[in-house]
């Protein structure tokens, strides 16, 4: 999941927690899957919810902050 389509989940109105959730979901699957593979198998490492929400944290907060700048520019 990149940053854009976790900050247009959270403008529809998705909690940052739901969206931890999902972003964990989606990272561990393709971890899982790239861990399929015999030559890969120690490769990627699962991540906590704890870990996800700091991610969605931060492009939410990235977000906010450019969404900010831009507004103060016009002044």
């Known amino acids: 999941m990149t940053d854009q389509e976790i900050i ?3 403008e529809q109105g998705l909690s940052k927690n739901k969206l931890a ?3 964990r979901r989606e990272y561990n699957q393709q971890i899982k ?3 399929s593979t015999t030559r890969h198998r120690h490769d990627g490492k699962y991540i906590s919810n704890y870990e996800a929400l700091a991610k ?3 492009a939410i907060y990235k977000y906010l902050r450019e969404r900010r700048n831009e507004k103060w520019k016009k002044y």
Request: avoid cysteine; charged fraction near 40%; hydrophobic fraction near 40%.
């Open 8 to 10: 247009e989940k959270w």
């Open 21 to 23: 959730e999902i972003y």
């Open 33 to 35: 899957i790239i861990r």
């Open 56 to 58: 969605v944290e931060s």
